[in-house]
């Protein structure tokens, strides 16, 4: 049972504004007031002040990155997560390039998409919806194909949750020889990816994940020696990472009409991600948000996707009941009311719903989430949270 003091624990975080529901979706994502407070002013991009916040905004990513050799740079990019996902991709694989990607889920899929687009050759270790890419199938494929001069892989495979394991596919790669890049864009903030611990060429992440800002861009760190030889490398002019940190180390500006408003909430997020105590403490949030969700979801019957190893404190993936009485579209409706916004799942063999750990709230918010649920399954008749069997022998792949 909930006591009076868990209840009340709710509003140590704070509602979202008013009435407004909290996002259980993984960016956007509920932000601080203060964050959003931030967007009431005007800059002038070319300002000196403006300048002032983009040095702040890069040199504030670069502290959180564990670079003790200052090997690494920032390169802030316009545009959703994507946009700089694709600038990343264009900018720092040569022409000649051959990219190995590792691939479960959508974002890895989308990457697929990406590279057939830009036209850089590719081939694809493809592990369906859920399941982890290992060292040892990177070790095979390059084996097999030795034109492989790339590795691209998901830290957080955001359409699943998994936490795929990066620091073994890092340690194979660099073992052949062969360079990697990270789409750490749900995980970065969060979960630790130190430089001086992780090898890699370049990591990708937006304002609107675990640093808690608000949507308007993402920003490459990149080591600097690869910066510099990816001159004439990109595709396209708005999305060239070597040019956007050429002109941005040489004027503090961003080459066309930067976010302004949104690196303003940026740096305050950066702030409050400070004050919370680092990504150390973030994460320790998150993975307590997670417990208390995952905790109470089975109290009630549900059972997750992915076995604890592989569970991230990102985004939780729930199959959905078998019981007939369930109806997604009405239990979304349910939480809405609640003042609750929840997410789709999004494999393509058993019906799912994602919930997200991250954004302004902690485990009392979570807490409601799962009397919100408890009250949503009662209104829909639902007697029983359990999966159809069919999910469950998915599950056991897993384990496998
Ligand atoms: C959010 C996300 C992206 C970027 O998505 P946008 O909708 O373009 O912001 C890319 N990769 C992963 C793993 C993500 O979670």
Known sequence: MENESDRAGISSIGRPYMGDPYLLTPGPLT?????????????GSWDSDFREMTRQLRSGIL?????SKDEFDCVPMQGSGTFAVEAMLGSLLPRESKTLVLSNGAYGQR?????????RDH???DKGD?????GHEVLDAIEKDPAITHVVVVHCETSSGILNPIDEISETTYSMGRKLLIDSMSAFGALPLEMDNIRCEAFVSSANKCIEGVPGFGFIVARKSALEAAKDNCHSLSLDVHDQWVVMEKTGQWRYTPPTHVVAAFLEALEQHCQEGGIAARGARYTKNRDVLVDGMRRLG???LLTEHWLSPIIVTFFNPADPAFSFDRFYQLMKESGFIIYPG??????SFRIGCIGQMDEHVMREVVLATESALKKMGVASAQPPQSALSERRKLAA
Not at 63 to 67: C, K, N, R, V, W
Not at 130 to 134: I, N, Q, V
Not at 346 to 351: A, E, I, M
């Open 31 to 43: 932000t601080a007031y203060s964050v959003r407070e931030k967007m009431l002013r005007d800059w």
């Open 63 to 67: 502290s959180l990155i564990g670079d």
């Open 111 to 119: 990457t697929v998409q990406t590279l057939a687009r830009i036209g």
């Open 123 to 125: 081939v694809v270790i």
């Open 130 to 134: 859920y399941l982890p890419p290992r």
């Open 302 to 304: 549900f059972e997750t």
């Open 346 to 351: 999004k494999l393509t063999v058993v019906d």
